[in-house]
């Protein structure tokens, strides 16, 4: 089955510690992205790549980094997790260059940090 | 449960009915725009796009039309069943970019 998949899905941690989401597609897309879903507002891209160690920042990137060393992986890192970071978290993948073909989202990953 | 729909715009429709979600976008440069479905405690699911060069697009029962003068794009989904109920957004694409802006989205509740 042609999926994202993330992981955990849900993750409780403390300020500070640094922490990895993973992200995985098996469809062999070249662009994946990475989204944070807040009430009140609307999806916000982090980070987006265009293909393996192709990556840029989106509109909200500060106190994350990614990776893309496989076509596949697109790992999320939080370095020194603050409160602020508490979001629903959805990676993404599309066929599409610059996702015009749209999106294959991943379930999401509720993160709270305390 | 998910806390991000709390205070989102509702439309409530009776099944069968036909329903219309709309959404105004932001960026006059946008060239390409897609609605999403997003179900409790899922991610958002690609419903239908369309291009800017075009003002209808069809889809299994539902239909998008985009109206550049005003900025406007609407979803239309004929008679609205159950499994419909979730929260739809709307996202355009600033053309020639990699930028999305996603709409916060309006929750359809089907009565039964």
């Known amino acids: 089955e042609a999926q994202v998949t993330q992981n955990p899905r849900y993750l409780i941690t403390v300020t500070g510690k640094k922490l990895t989401v993973t992200c995985s597609q098996n469809?062999?897309?070249?662009?994946m992205s990475w989204y944070r879903q807040d009430p009140g507002l609307g999806l916000r891209q982090i980070y987006y790549?265009?293909?393996?160690?192709?990556?840029d920042k989106g509109d909200v990137p500060e106190g994350y980094k990614v990776s893309r060393k496989e076509k596949r992986n697109f790992p999320l890192i939080l370095e020194s997790p603050s409160p602020n970071q508490t979001s629903l978290y959805f990676c993404?993948?599309?066929?599409?260059?610059?996702?015009?073909?749209?999106?294959?989202f991943g379930s999401g990953t509720r993160l709270t940090v305390v | 449960g998910e806390s991000v729909g709390l205070h989102l715009p509702t439309l409530s429709v009776q099944e069968g009915d036909n329903s219309i979600i709309n959404c105004a976008y932001s960026?006059?440069?946008?060239?390409?725009f897609i609605w999403y479905k997003q179900e409790s405690g899922k991610g958002p699911q690609f419903i239908i796009d369309?291009?800017?060069?075009?003002d209808k697009r069809q889809g299994q029962r539902v239909t998008v039309l985009l109206n550049k003068t005003v900025k406007h794009l609407s979803l239309q989904i004929a008679a609205t069943q159950p499994g419909d109920s979730a929260v739809y957004f709307c996202?355009?694409?600033?053309?020639?970019?990699?930028?999305?802006?996603f709409g916060t989205g309006t929750r359809l509740k089907v009565l039964a």
């Open positions: 790549s265009m293909n393996v160690e192709v990556t």
């Open positions: 960026n006059s440069a946008s060239d390409y």
């Open positions: 469809m062999n897309h070249e662009y």
């Open positions: 993404a993948s599309s066929f599409g260059d610059r996702g015009l073909d749209g999106y294959t």
């Open positions: 996202a355009e694409n600033v053309g020639g970019t990699y930028k999305y802006i």
């Open positions: 369309i291009r800017s060069n075009m």
